[in-house]
């Protein structure tokens, strides 16, 4: 297997924005802290850049932290990082199996059962049959869902689908992990169990990006933080001196 790595160059994520035509961009200084940077496009239409001049190179055994205000690009950029976006510019090549913990319930079936949802995510992960087979059985154990499992995903209460969904999501252990925020999900019990499995998958993955905005949670776990701001990367480096900077203490 290849080492994971991650090669973004130049990289421009641009959202064009219908139906806000009249918006006034005369005054073009971006005082707000928040958001990425509103312009026209060649044609007058009002775009939103997302992401701009973006040029990262992460290495396998890195676990980089993303920090950023409301709107600073963090999301966007873990969606061109886990594929969900192409770059409108520049290129992003990424290397390694990748699984992004962001919204982890997308993709559920709320008609199917328990069963049945593990089986269509598995599928969408590219699991082949013989995978599935070996790690169904555990995901059931681990839902601890009993025979609920065989009842639709919908007669469950929230908890209980939560169960369902991070058992699904955590299941394989990916080359790249993409994570905003720490998945802790459940009662007590299920707590401990989770947290125990998000520390197992966090530390064999090869590369970790983690977006958040505790800085706890950022210094204990990264080696490396990355502050964007209106989609720019304004620091990039030791994640005490990044952090200093953008937490102000
Ligand atoms: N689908 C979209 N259409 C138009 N603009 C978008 C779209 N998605 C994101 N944007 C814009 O791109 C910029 C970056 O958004 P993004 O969601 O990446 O920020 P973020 O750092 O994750 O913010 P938050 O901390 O609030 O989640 C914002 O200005 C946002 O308005």
Known sequence: MNKASIELKNVEV???VYNASTLSLKNRVLSAVTGGKIDRAYDGAIIVKGLQD????????????????NGAGKTTLLRILSGIYQPTQGSAN???????????????????????????????????????KKISHEIVEFTGLGQFIDLPFRTYSTGMQLRLAFAVSTAV??????????????????RERADQRMTEVVSSAEILILASHSKDLLLSNCTRLIWLEHGK????GDPAEVAANYFGH
Do not use: Y
Request: aromatic letters at 4%; a negative charge; glycine letters at 12%.
């Open 233 to 236: 990367i304004r620091m990039d």
């Open 173 to 190: 252990k990916p080359q790249i992990l993409i994570m905003d925020e720490w998945l802790s999900t459940g009662d007590e019990e299920f």
């Open 94 to 132: 990424i290397n390694g199996d990748c699984v992004s913990l962001i919204n982890i319930g997308l993709g559920i079936d709320p008609e199917a059962t328990g069963r049945e949802n593990i089986l269509l995510r598995a599928v969408m992960m590219g699991m082949t049959p013989a995978q599935i």
């Open 54 to 69: 973006i040029n990262i190179k992460i290495d396998q055994g890195e676990r980089i932290g993303l920090v950023g205000h």
């Open 14 to 16: 641009v959202f064009p």
